[in-house]
């Protein structure tokens, strides 16, 4: 049973940076696309960025593009997201999922979801 454990949130101020990490267990973790969603409350889910497996391709919604970073450790299991330039609409649960191709993932095709951490930013 593949797990996904985001590490936590917390609140921050607008322009600051933070980082998320998330621990996936199981053995093929460097064979899948991982990436992050979120939502902000009374919102629909968002895609935020994805990465491939192998080449390490990356996708990102158009929010966050040129301030968010998303990267893999595959020797430690671990997928990345560095926040940059924080914005009050950063506000949301980020969600870790993993998925068997990034073109899954961006069709909303994900097999696991982390339970999720939450990031406030403040004004």
């Known amino acids: 049973q593949v797990q996904l454990v985001e590490s936590a949130g917390g609140l921050v101020q607008a322009g600051d940076s933070l980082r998320l990490s998330c621990a996936a267990s199981?053995?093929?973790?460097?064979?899948?696309?991982m990436g992050w969603f979120r939502q902000a409350p009374g919102k629909e889910r968002e895609f935020v960025a994805t990465?491939?497996?192998?080449?390490?391709?990356?996708y990102y919604g158009d929010s966050v593009k040129g301030r968010f970073t998303i990267s893999r450790d595959n020797a430690k299991n671990t997928v990345y997201l560095q926040m940059n330039s924080l914005k009050p609409e950063d506000t949301a649960v980020y969600y870790c999922?993993?998925?068997?191709?990034?073109?899954?993932?961006?069709?909303?095709?994900?097999?696991?979801w982390g339970k999720g951490t939450l990031v406030t930013v403040s004004s």
């Open positions: 999922v993993r998925a068997t191709t990034v073109r899954t993932m961006l069709n909303n095709g994900a097999d696991h």
């Open positions: 199981g053995r093929t973790f460097s064979s899948y696309a």
């Open positions: 990465i491939s497996a192998g080449v390490y391709t990356t």
